[in-house]
C-alpha cells in the first residue's frame, strides 16, 4: 500500500525556520517526482516546489524562492523541505505528493494537483508572533 507521512509541521516565529519531512512506505521515492504543495484556509492548493526522480532537478514557486530548499534521502526514503525565513503568509498545511511519471522539474512549471496521484495528509505550519 503506498502510503505518505508529513511530519515537522508547527508554530513558528516570523523570520524562523521548519523542515518537513514526507515519509513514503510501500514504494521507492527514487522513482517518483516528489512534490510539496500547501492550502491555506479559504485558498486553493497551490505548489510550493518538487524534486525530480529523472535528474534530480528541482522546482520552486515564486514565493519561496530563495528560502525553501528541497532534498531527497534515498537511505531514509524520505523528502525534506526546508524552509527558512519563514512569513506569516506561509501559514498553510502542507502536503507531500508523488507523481510516478517521475519527469524532470521543468515540467511541473507550474505544479498543479493533477500531476501528482498520491497524497500525504498534511502537516500545519504556522508562522505567527
Known amino acids: 500500500q503506498v502510503q505518505l507521512v508529513e511530519s515537522g509541521g508547527g508554530l513558528v516565529q516570523p523570520g524562523g525556520s521548519l523542515r518537513l519531512s514526507c515519509a513514503a512506505s510501500?514504494?521507492?521515492?527514487?522513482?517518483?517526482?516528489i512534490g510539496w504543495f500547501r492550502q491555506a484556509p479559504g485558498k486553493e492548493r497551490e505548489g510550493v516546489s518538487c524534486i525530480s526522480s529523472n535528474d534530480g532537478s528541482t522546482y520552486y514557486a515564486e514565493p519561496v524562492k530563495g528560502r525553501f530548499f528541497i532534498s531527497r534521502d534515498s537511505a531514509k526514503n524520505t523528502v525534506y523541505l526546508q524552509m527558512n525565513s519563514l512569513k506569516p503568509e506561509d501559514t498553510a498545511v502542507y502536503f507531500c505528493?508523488?507523481?510516478?511519471?517521475?519527469?524532470?522539474?521543468?515540467?511541473?512549471?507550474?505544479?498543479?494537483?493533477?500531476?501528482?496521484?498520491?497524497w500525504g495528509q498534511g502537516t500545519q505550519v504556522t508562522v505567527s508572533s
Open positions: 510501500g514504494f521507492t521515492l527514487d522513482y517518483y517526482t
Open positions: 505528493a508523488a507523481d510516478p511519471k517521475g519527469a524532470s522539474a521543468y515540467f511541473y512549471e507550474p505544479m498543479t494537483t493533477d500531476d501528482f496521484d498520491s
